[in-house]
C-alpha cells in the first residue's frame, strides 16, 4: 500500500517525540511517528538510574520519567505514534518503506522525514579481542535491557571492558542484584564516564577500576570461564608479564555508541566520518533537501536534555520545511580546529533566523582552556571553561546578530 | 581521633580529589577542592552520605517488572537493606508511576515510588 504523509518520523525515543510535538505545535496534523518497539520512549525506557532533566525540567528524572513526559505530552496533543513498524529503506525522494504486523508492508510518501533513530553500542565485532565466541559476552545496554526490561541476570561474575557511563551504571546495577563485578577494565588512561558515576558506581561497591588497562584473551567453551587483562603501554599494545586473570561468566562491553545509520544511507544522506551521523546545518537539515536528523542518529549525546532541544528545532525547521516556508540560502561551513571533534552542525545559514548551538567534543583533557570560534581570521566567540574531556559534550553558543554577520567559513578550536 | 580520606568531587568534570580531616566524625579541614562546591560536598559525604537507589520490582501477571526508586535519596549504609526490601516485594496491578511501592523503607521516612506504569 502506498501512502502520503506530510511529515513521517523515524524512531519513538526522546527525539522523534520531541520533534514530533514541535512540529504539531507549528500546525502540521498529517504526521506519523515510525516506532520499531511495542511501546515509544527509546533506549531511556530501560535506564531505570536517575540524573535525566535537570537542565530541562529543573529536576532528576529517571530514564521512564523523562521518557514518559514526552509521550504524555504526544498523546495529549493526539499525535498519532505507530508502534512495532520498522522502517526497511528511506530513499532520496522521501520514500519511508515500513512493515508492521498489523499493517504489513507499507509506502509513505513523505513531504519531509526526520530521522531519530538513535544509536547503538560497539558490539564485539568492531573491537577485534581474541578468544572464543563463547555465550556469556553482552554489550552493557543489552545486559541493561535483560536487567532492567526483562528482569533477569544475565551472570554472576562479572567483568566489564570500557568505563563508558553505561558500563559504570551497569557494574552498580549489577552488584545490586546480587552479582560480584570483578573489575572495570579502561583502555585510556581516563574514563570517559562521569566522576559521579565512578564514585557511585565503582567507589561505592569496591569494584577496582584498572585505567591503561584491556582485555586481551576471552576463555570458555560454551560459556564464558575467565578473560585474561593486561596492562598497555602508551602505544596501548599489552605489556608482557602484566597480565591477570579473573574466573567470570559474563564480560560486558562498554566502548562507544554509534548512530544508526543505515536508513540515512538508503538516502544517500551525507554521512560526516567523524561523527557517523549525517552532516547538516544549523536547520539539521541533512544534504537531502526535507530529510532532517536529530538526537543520538546524529551524533551521541550524553544529556538526553540537549537530544530534546535539537529534536525540537528539527521538528519546526521540518514544519517549515513542508510549509515551503524553511530558508535555504548561501552557508558558511564550519570545521574542527585544533583540539576540536566532530562539530555539529557542519554549515550555517546566512539567513538562519536564530542563533546557533556549536556542539563538539575535544580530543584531549583540556583544564583551564577556551574554546574559540573563528570566522575566517576574526573571532567571533570565545568561552573559557575550567575542564574539556571527551567524556563530555562540549558546547558554544553564537548569537543572533553574530551569525547575521558571518561572511567566512568557522573554524571551532580548543587550547 | 584524627582521620584523613581522599574524595573525589562529583560535581562536575574537573574531578578534584579532596583531602578531609575529621575529628570524632567531624569535618575540621578539606582540601584540593577548586570551588565552594567541592567543600559543600566534602561535608556532605563524610558525615551524612546520600544516595538515589532505583531498581525492578516484579507484577504479579506481567512479564516486565515496573522500575521503582526512591523518592529521595537515603542514607547510602541503608542500600543494601533497602534492596532486601525491594527483592522481597511483589506489585499487583495496577501500578501507575508515582505510586509508593515501599512506604517509609528501613524506616528512613522516604517512599519507594514507581517510575512507571504497569496497567
Ligand atoms: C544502552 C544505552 C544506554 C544509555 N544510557 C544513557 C544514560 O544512562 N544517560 C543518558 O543521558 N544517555 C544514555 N544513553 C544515551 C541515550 O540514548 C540518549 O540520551 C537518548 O535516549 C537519545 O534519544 P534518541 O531518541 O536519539 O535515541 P533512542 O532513545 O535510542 O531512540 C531511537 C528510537 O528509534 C527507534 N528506531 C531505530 N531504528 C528504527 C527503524 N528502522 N524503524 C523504526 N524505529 C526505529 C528505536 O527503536 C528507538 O526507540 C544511552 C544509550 C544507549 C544506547
Ligand atoms: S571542587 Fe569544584 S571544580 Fe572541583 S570537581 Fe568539585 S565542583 Fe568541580
Known sequence: MRTKKELVIIGGGPAGLAAAIAAWEDGIRDMVVLEREHNPGGILRQCIHNGFGLHRFGEELTGPEYAQRDIDKALELGIPIACDTTVLSLSEDRVVSCVSQKEGYQEIEAGAVILAMGCRERPRGALGTPGTRCAGVYTAGTAQKFVNLEGFMPGKRVVILGSGDIGLIMARRMTLQGAKVLACVELMPFSSGLNRNIVQCLQDYNIPLYLSHTVTRIDGRERLTGVAVSEVGPDRKPIPGTEQYFECDTLLLSVGLIPENELSRTAHVHLSPVTSGAEVDDSLQTSIPGIFACGNVLHVHDLVDYVSEESFKAGHAAAAFVRGNLKVGRTVKVRDGKGVRGTVPQSIRLDAEDGVRLMFRPDAVYKNATVRVLCGEREIAKRRQMIFTPGEMAVIDLKKEIVKGLDADLTVEVG | ?119
Open chain 2, 1 to 119: 581521633m584524627a582521620e584523613e580520606r581522599v574524595i573525589t568531587c562529583i560535581n562536575c568534570p574537573m574531578g578534584c580529589r579532596m583531602t578531609v580531616t575529621l575529628e570524632d566524625g567531624k569535618v575540621v579541614s578539606v582540601s584540593g577542592n577548586t570551588c565552594k562546591r567541592g567543600e559543600t560536598y566534602a561535608h556532605q559525604e563524610c558525615t551524612t552520605p546520600v544516595r538515589m537507589v532505583t531498581a525492578v520490582v516484579p507484577v504479579e501477571g506481567s512479564r516486565l517488572p515496573c522500575s521503582v526508586k526512591t523518592r529521595q535519596p537515603i542514607p547510602k549504609a541503608l542500600i543494601p537493606a533497602c534492596m532486601k526490601v525491594l527483592s522481597e516485594t511483589t506489585l499487583k496491578k495496577p501500578v501507575h508511576a508515582g505510586d509508593a511501592v515501599a512506604v517509609n523503607v528501613c524506616g528512613t521516612g522516604i517512599d519507594v515510588i514507581a517510575t512507571r506504569s504497569v496497567l
